[in-house]
């Protein structure tokens, strides 16, 4: 029996990183090296990280908190290092899986990999923005929005897109039913922001339906 005088423990704190069930809930994109979205990859999870107070364990630059014992340290970083596995396609899996690696082992083998590849990635989607055509598409807002991503992917690699170029490859690749308002757009002084030009081409097209 507890003599009077005795303090009750106080109970340990929950972290919050303990109750995350589905990382893929929280990190809404898989990174896929045959993908350029490791800008964006990275900024979803280490906004999590955050978030869940585990940002310590892929950043060297942040210390580890004082209250932390070795035991919550390490299933911390278990965590951690399950997030980074749960969020990543099963080939960059294999790259960098190492049983004895810790979170931010593998954080930064992840970034060397991708800095490696990251002309190769320009090189790529610069062609596949010259090469997009509004007749390999279903529909008008598809191929907008394959341009938008593009440039986006781009612009995360340190080559952005003007908006001017988004604009003139936007009309320059329509088929010959825009060719009126395609010639419009071109002549505009000044060019139409891509959003603009988007919204007349499909004006443009609801007015022929």
Not at 120 to 135: D, I, S
Not at 168 to 179: C, F, G, I, N, P
Not at 181 to 207: K, N, W
Request: proline fraction near 5%; charged fraction near 25%.
């Amino acid at each position: 029996m507890a003599k009077d005088d005795e303090t009750p423990k106080s109970s340990p704190v929950f972290h919050p990183a303990l109750g995350v069930t589905n990382i893929t809930n929280l990190v809404k994109l898989t990174l896929d090296v045959n993908q350029v979205q490791y800008t964006p990859w990275v900024t979803l999870f280490r906004n999590t990280a955050k978030a869940y107070h585990v940002f310590d364990h892929i950043d060297p630059t942040v210390p580890r908190p004082m209250d932390i014992d070795d035991s919550l340290w390490e299933r911390l970083d278990a965590i951690a290092l399950q997030w980074i596995y749960g969020t990543i396609t099963t080939d960059l899996l294999f790259k960098v899986l190492d049983d004895n690696a810790t979170a931010m082992v593998v954080w930064d083998r992840l970034r060397k990999l991708f800095q490696n590849n990251k002309g190769t990635r320009v090189v790529h989607l610069e062609n596949q923005f010259g090469n997009t055509r509004l007749q390999d598409f279903s529909t008008l807002d598809e191929y907008c929005q394959a341009l938008r991503t593009i440039s986006v992917q781009l612009a995360s690699l340190g080559h952005p897109v003007s908006e001017e170029r988004l604009v003139l490859q936007l009309v320059a690749r329509l088929t010959d039913e825009y060719k009126t308002i395609a010639t419009i757009i071109q002549q505009s002084v000044p060019l139409p922001s891509f959003e603009e030009a988007c919204d007349s081409l499909d004006l443009d097209r609801r007015s022929r339906d």
